[in-house]
């Protein structure tokens, strides 16, 4: 009887007329300063109670209305009624792989998870900006996006996890995997945003924020299948062989584009989100969706995760800055130096406070084209990349093919696009790179 009602009033749902939705929380305070902690603590409402400024929010951070990234969310985001605002909120029970998990795990045995792991999140929500950022910093370390099989023996076997970018931090745990119950309530290894946007530094601490360059996600695969026995067609193969470390294909069509992992370093100067630029970071809605929707995604559209988590990481990535640079090497006067050969000849388009800017066409660029008017997240142009530690980020490009600073401002480098700086002389040239070097 109760389900034949639920039924019932889902159909009545479905049927009824779609009233306009009038937001219902207050504008921003015009005294706010933009992109302060208060001025993002401000937004939170309007993300977690009001479905109009989150579809409002969703259609003015598409930069492209047309390709595949935007066209799924248009449809499906922000509907209140109908879409993924109906689905079941999944938030799964989960134990994070610290050294006495891994060790269990190295023996054989497989922790449960069960009644006596308490959920990631009570169901409260935190009131000032630090706990949200430290409920933030566990959904980025702990919430997973779904199970995946491969990462099983890179936890019990450390030699093959080394292999493929399982980094372990000093205190033995293995940040980025977890133990979790899937949907289907299967106990499983789950991914997190840490495996890819954490990565131990030269010291070997794990630091938050670092993009994972030594992860090998093509070769993941073809251990564990090859472990197993199981046949892998050539084509299939070659495609998970041509990843290499720091890449990964997080797109939503069936094109084969490996993409660099990007530091996640002061995003809250960056006005454009992704590599083509993808998304419009006007506020931090667009960045909040763009987490809630990843997770939608991860898990076949079957369970969206709770939004006070999907705030909680917002707050997190916004406060992320990268480790001081190195202090520079050499006068002072010199650094200055270069940083006027940089001004003239590279600030035009790396303008802002983390080195990005506007949308540059790729008639303009011309760096490989694929991603940029791709089907999928095309926008017709490539974001500047943020010039944060960028020392320490080749390899370069969008999709990681330049090796070195040097190499990147060789007139003789084959791959194509990005000639700027090239006819500098030695001496400026070696200016601007130990300048680029102390960003
Ligand atoms: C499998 C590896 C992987 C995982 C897991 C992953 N990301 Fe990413 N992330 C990437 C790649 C690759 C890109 C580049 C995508 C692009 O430019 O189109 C990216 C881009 C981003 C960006 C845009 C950064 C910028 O400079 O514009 C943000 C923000 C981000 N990821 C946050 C997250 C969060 C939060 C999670 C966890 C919910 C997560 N990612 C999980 C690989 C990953
Ligand atoms: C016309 C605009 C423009 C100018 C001028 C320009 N860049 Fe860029 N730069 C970009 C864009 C766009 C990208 C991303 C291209 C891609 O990924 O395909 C980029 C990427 C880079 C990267 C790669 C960073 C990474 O992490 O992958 C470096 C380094 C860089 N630029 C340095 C410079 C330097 C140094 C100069 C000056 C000599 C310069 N750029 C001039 C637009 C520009």
Known sequence: MRAWLAIALLIAACDAPREPIAPSTPPIDPSLEPWSDAWLDAHATRYLDDARA???????????????YSQTRLAAYGRERSGWDVLPVWSPRVRRIDAEVAVAMARGETPAIDERVAPLWAGTRPTTHDAWIALGERVFFELPLRTEPFWDRAIRDAEHGASVGVERAPDGSVPGLVLTRDVEGRTGVGITCALC??????SGAIVAGRARRTLDYG????????????????????????????????????????????DLWGLRHQRLLTQAGTLRHATPLALAIRQETQYVQANHHRTRPPRELMWALVAYLESLEAPAAPAYVGATRDRERGALV??????????????????????????????????????GGYRPAPLVRVADAAPYLHHGVVPTLESLLDPAREEPGHRFGMELDDDELGLLIAYLRSR
């Open 54 to 68: 989150r579809r409002d929010a969703l259609e003015a951070s598409l930069t492209n209305p047309e390709n595949l």
């Open 197 to 202: 946007h954490s990565a131990r530094d030269a």
């Open 219 to 262: 070769r993941v695969r073809i251990d564990f299948y090859e472990a197993r026995g199981a046949a892998i067609d050539p084509h299939t193969r070659a495609r998970w062989e041509s990843w290499g470390p720091g890449r990964a294909d997080v797109l939503e069509d069936v094109a084969d584009l490996p993409i660099a992992i990007p």
């Open 342 to 379: 940089f001004a003239r000849e590279c600030g035009r388009c790396h303008a802002n406070a983390v080195g990005s800017g506007d949308l540059v066409p790729i008639d303009e660029i011309g760096t490989d084209a694929e991603l940029a008017t791709g089907r999928a997240r095309g926008t």
